[in-house]
């Protein structure tokens, strides 16, 4: 490489180097073809050029093993560029169970990271290597992409939904963030860095945190504030269903269907309750729209994960369990079941 | 110009008889076949752009129904299902009416006729429109049109919104196409007046019958989407 | 070839004067001469709006223009380049002009509908300027909800009404042309004997009576939306923005085949008059234009990858965006075959279809990457989508037209063009094309996001390449507009089939005359037939 004019992006992750094998299959068929047809079209160009005024070329109407021929050769590499391409693609958005969760939120015109542990940051992520990372992420506002080129991985981030991506970072060292999805005035400077550190040095960073609480303790704190508790009690004689294990279990509905409890359903039954009520009891509950913002959605949302011992591979996944920020490190997770959009 | 073609037609001929053409056929066509085939055809070719165009928002519709389906019910039961049954004949009607009148240009019925029947479909067209108009004006008393001042009284007042921004959304893109269709109607009308057509020349007559059937078949669609869905539930 | 020195005496320009005898005119070539003007000034104005944005990207910081500008001024030059000029280039300027007379007739079927769709051009180009003029539009030309609907305090609706408006234009153009490829041919002018530039228009009218009226009626929403706050789009309302996105695309990617296959039926042309020899694969090259318009309608979805949309619709999505690349790939190895054997001249038209096939190449090969949806998650909004796009549509869209221009200029006009500098405007638009956009391959493979006014001090380098490209590409434009403006009274008189080429427009004279045809002709083959057949292989 030079050092001014890079060619490749370098390679950060375990999945760099996977998009990198299909890029470079690509770019050696795209070459091929394309230096095929430029020399025949040169070739032919000058070997049958005009030499008379009158000539004229011969008449060849076409062959159809020719046509057969270009069409199912073609036909063929590309299935084996879409078979590649669906088989990476699967693994680049499947997080692998027990991966570390991180939950991030873009708003005009910044990224904000929250680990489990608490640990806060802004347009910065630190992540240790050789560690699955997941990171469930949603919008306040309009749409973003969250995008780092380093570990070739990318997904959009969408108010009203949660997506996902994970990486597993290989190469200490600070990468770019980019926000891919053109989002307004200053989306290009929604930019940040992330920070792949060995497994010690993230110790150390996150013991040197200004951790607050994880997400779970914050979620716990709003649930007991905005007083969700007097209808959702532990013991089912509440207003509203036990929340207890209640994640990634299906549901019926009053309306009769049954939805898998997941980040997206819980999110729309605090922000808009009435839209999908659980059999057996009353449309009463409020709406918190406009009461709590993204950041706490997600937060409650990890208390909720917590109750059904879910989600998250960080400490603290109790809601009186006091944040350990030096934990982290075992994955205790259960099976996880299958979460969000993705 | 020379103009050596079998049916050698003046230059420009709009609507200046000559021999020996038809005095309708302009000069880029070979016969009146041919252009009320060419008319036929963008027309039905046309309708299919209509199709997509709403078929936009019969998709967005889809969407958001299977999003929040109590939710539709529960604004759906707001409308005037009563209002909507008779709209629905009023078109149905309207479009028997519109079929006598192709039928009676195509036949060469007399001038009376065809006007009798193009001024009858041309009423219940505003006669629609009129009911139309009732139901909107209970919808801005009530609070139902979507906005700042939206009100609802019921369980799931979002989607309700929701439900009245595609129904004022779908019956008025509707309502659009049935005042263009009046305004059509009121030219053929003018035209058949004028003793336009007969069995050799009616292809607007026709053409802008394939126009009205289409509003109407739209709003065959739209009434059962709109007013009757989860009926059963609550009658 | 004709030596004539003088033009026919009474032909569709001169045969009436005055402003009104333009404006009010109902002759598909006059016709075809207004979008022409018309198109030329939006491509003027899309241009400067490119290189104001390359002067920008020159440095890493936002020193030429604030990012608020920048915005503005990427979405305008999207919007002006997709609606203004590219979608109605080659079907309303050369399609309005030639496929009436290549399928013998002496109009449109409806051209008091045709000279409609201008006029509904104008209004539409005149809301998007006005848009443009007071402030600017910087949602992007795609209009992604819910910045577009909810976030954006610049004139959306203004220029979404342009769009709307512009949108009927293209829906009339591209009714009319199906109407008159159905029912106003020449007798014996079989389906199997249209020339392939008019079976590539069939194929983009039916893309444009199909997909058109549903980005109007989106559009519309997103005007809707934002004017009154009805919830269609914004989550905020209880919408969704991704709906938003499969309604946009389901017209928007085919409109890139609206842009690109009038282009491939310019090549099939031009690759037949200059080699002297028929189309090798009549049928295969037909097909596959109606081939890529179907699968075109089925493969939106790949623009979606990354949006969380269900991984199996993902797969289907890209599984059929591979297969639309086939009938392209058909496409350039018939026009490659074509050439063998044949009686090859280096005229400048041809020089623009070897650009074509070239450019083509690899913009359609590159697009392989985004179908294949692994790689995509890396290189999805990066500028190696920019590269890829500008590959196809300005490598391939204006290529073919610029092509087509100059192969149908001495018919248009009656007069030749100097061809010194129509072969030097046609290498210096290929250079710097190549300088401008290849290096975008490689900074979006580093990782430069699209719509960034700064960006990372180590893109630069690729940016000034591309900028320094950006110039020497605007030099090439510049060349053809200033010769044939001369060359509409100095040069030379074309005669009526200057080429030598085979077709039912090369039987007239050039200028035509406003009918066209003073007998309507009688067709008994195939256009382009230079040789007696020797019966090889199939039809």
């Known amino acids: 490489m030079f050092e001014n004019l890079p060619l490749f992006p370098e ?53 159809i093993p020719l046509e057969l021929f270009w069409t199912f050769i073609p036909l063929g590499i590309t299935m084996v560029m879409f078979v590649w391409g669906a088989w990476l693609f699967f693994h680049l958005t499947r997080a692998p169970k027990g991966a570390m969760e991180v939950y991030v939120v873009g708003k005009q015109w910044m990224w904000k990271v929250e680990h489990m542990d608490g640990q806060r940051e802004i347009n910065e992520l630190h992540v240790p290597v050789g560690r699955p990372v997941k990171l469930i992420m949603g919008s306040e506002d309009v749409i973003h992409s969250f995008f780092i080129p380093a570990f070739r991985v990318k997904a959009d981030v969408i108010p009203g939904r949660y997506n996902t991506m994970w990486f597993t970072a290989n190469a200490p060292g600070r990468y770019h963030i980019f926000c891919t999805q053109y989002c307004g005035t200053k989306h290009a400077a929604m930019i940040g860095w992330v920070t792949a550190m060995e497994p010690a040095g993230y110790q150390a960073w996150r013991s040197g945190g200004g951790a607050t609480g994880g997400p779970v303790e914050n979620g716990a704190k709003l649930f007991q504030d905005l007083a969700c508790n007097t209808c959702h009690k532990e013991d089912g004689s509440g207003r509203g269903p036990v929340l207890k294990g209640l994640f990634g279990k299906e549901v019926q509905l009053s309306s009769g269907q049954t939805i898998t409890v997941d980040e997206a359903y819980v999110r729309e039954s605090i922000l808009n309750p009435q839209a999908k009520v659980a059999a057996g009891f009353q449309p009463i509950m409020p709406t918190f729209q406009g009461l709590v913002s993204e950041e706490q959605v997600l937060q409650l949302i990890a208390y909720v994960k917590s109750l059904s011992g879910e989600g998250s591979a960080a400490p603290g996944t109790s809601a009186t369990q006091a944040p350990s920020p030096a934990g982290g490190a075992q994955p205790p997770a259960p099976p996880a079941k299958k979460s969000g959009m993705n | 110009m020379p103009d050596g073609h079998a049916h050698a037609a003046p230059l420009d001929a709009h609507g200046h008889p000559h ?89 060469s019925a007399k001038r009376g006729t065809q006007v009798f029947f193009l001024g009858l479909t041309m009423f219940f067209g505003l006669v629609f429109l009129g009911i139309k108009a009732i139901e909107y004006t209970d919808k801005f008393v009530h609070h139902h049109v979507p906005g700042p001042h939206f009100h609802w009284d019921g369980q ?60 109407d078949i739209v709003w065959i669609f739209l009434f059962p989407l709109l007013y009757l869905i989860g009926g059963h539930f609550k009658g | 070839m004709d030596t004539i020195t003088t033009a026919p005496t009474l032909n569709y320009l001169n045969s009436a004067h005055g402003l009104a005898s333009w404006l009010l005119t109902r002759d598909h070539k006059r016709i075809a001469l207004l979008y022409l ?63 009436p007379i290549m399928v013998g007739a002496k109009d449109l079927a409806f051209p008091r509908i045709n000279l409609l769709s201008w006029y509904i051009y104008v209004l539409g180009g005149l809301f998007t300027l006005t848009a443009a003029v007071t402030g600017g539009v910087d ?149 596959s234009s109606l081939a890529i318009a179907i699968i075109g309608f089925l493969v939106w979805g790949h623009h979606l990858f990354v949006s969380g949309q269900s991984t199996y619709a993902g797969l289907i999505f890209s599984i059929l965006s591979f297969l639309v690349a086939i009938p392209s790939a058909v496409k350039v190895f018939n026009w490659t075959a074509t050439i063998y054997k044949g009686a090859v001249s280096w005229d400048s038209p041809m020089l623009y279809a070897f650009g074509f096939v070239g450019l083509f190449t690899i913009g359609g090969l590159t697009g392989l990457f985004l179908a294949s949806m692994g790689l995509d998650v890396h290189v999805h909004d990066t500028y190696f989508i920019i590269a890829h796009f500008h590959y196809v549509m300005v490598g391939g869209a204006i290529m073919g037209y610029l092509g087509g221009l100059h192969y149908w200029w001495p018919k248009i006009t009656g007069r030749m063009y100097p061809e010194g500098w129509a072969k030097f405007a046609a290498l210096t638009v290929f250079v710097g094309f190549n300088l401008t956009f290849f290096p975008q391959f490689i900074v979006g493979y580093l990782g430069m996001p699209r719509r960034y006014a700064m960006y990372a001090p180590e893109f630069q380098v690729y940016n000034v390449m591309s900028s320094a490209g950006a110039s020497i590409l605007a030099v090439g434009y510049v060349i053809p507009l200033i010769y044939f403006i001369w060359s509409l009274k100095y040069a030379p008189l074309a005669g009526k089939d200057p080429w030598g080429a085979k077709g039912l427009e090369w039987e007239i004279p050039s200028p035509p005359p406003t009918e066209n045809f003073a007998v309507t002709p009688i067709v008994t083959e195939r256009t382009h037939q230079y040789a007696p057949s020797r019966e090889v292989g199939i039809a």
């Open chain 3, 139 to 287: 949602t992007g030309w795609t209009f992604y909800a819910p910045y577009s609907t909810a976030s954006s305090n610049s004139h959306v609706i203004m220029a979404g009404v342009g769009v709307f408006i512009t949108g009927f234009s293209s829906i009339l153009t591209g009714l009319n042309f199906i109407v008159t490829v159905h029912r106003m041919r020449a007798p014996g002018l079989t389906w199997f004997r249209l020339p392939l530039f008019v079976w590539s228009h069939y194929a983009t009218s039916l893309i444009m009576i199909l997909g058109t009226p549903v980005i109007a009626i989106t559009v519309l929403l997103v005007a809707v939306e934002r004017g009154l706050h009805l919830g269609i789009f914004d989550p905020a309302l209880g919408g969704d923005p991704i709906l938003f996105q499969h309604l946009f695309w389901f017209y928007s990617h085919p409109a890139v085949y609206i842009m690109i296959l009038p282009a491939m039926g310019v090549t099939s042309e031009i690759v037949q008059a200059f080699a002297r020899k028929n189309i090798f694969g009549y049928a295969f090259v037909a097909f």
């Open chain 3, 37 to 99: 003007v018309s198109v030329t000034a939006f491509f003027a104005i899309g241009g400067f709006f490119a290189m104001m944005i390359r002067l920008e990207l020159v440095t890493p910081a936002a020193d030429f223009v604030q990012p608020d500008t920048y915005n503005k001024l990427f979405t305008m030059h999207g919007v002006i380049m997709v609606f203004f000029f590219l979608i109605p280039s080659i079907p309303a300027v050369l399609g309005n002009f030639m496929l």
């Open chain 1, 11 to 63: 390679q950060a992750s375990e999945q760099a180097a996977q998009v990198d094998a299909l890029f470079f299959f690509l770019v050696a068929v795209s070459a091929f073809f394309a230096i095929l047809i430029a020399m025949m079209v040169a070739v032919f160009a000058v070997k049958f050029h005009r030499r008379r005024q009158d000539e004229v070329g011969d008449a060849i109407h076409g062959s």
């Open chain 2, 156 to 215: 799931y007042p979002k989607p309700a919104e929701q439900f009245y921004s595609l129904y004022f959304a779908m019956t008025g893109l509707h309502a659009v196409h049935m005042i263009v269709g009046v305004g059509i109607m009121a030219v053929i009308t003018w035209m058949a007046w004028r003793e336009t057509f007969d069995e050799d020349y009616y292809t607007p007559v026709e053409v802008a019958g394939l126009y009205w059937h289409f509003v």
């Open chain 2, 19 to 107: 021999e020996p053409a038809h005095p309708k056929l302009q000069h880029h066509f070979d016969d009146m076949g041919q252009r009320a085939e060419a008319s036929t055809l963008g027309m039905w070719v046309f309708l299919v752009t209509e199709i997509l165009f709403f078929g936009g928002l019969f998709m967005c519709y889809l969407v958001y129904r299977w999003k929040s389906p109590s939710g539709f019910q529960e604004a759906s039961f707001e409308l005037n299902r009563v209002w909507g049954a008779t709209n629905t004949a009023v078109l149905i009607i309207s479009s028997l009416t519109m079929a006598l009148a192709v039928r009676a240009a195509q036949t």
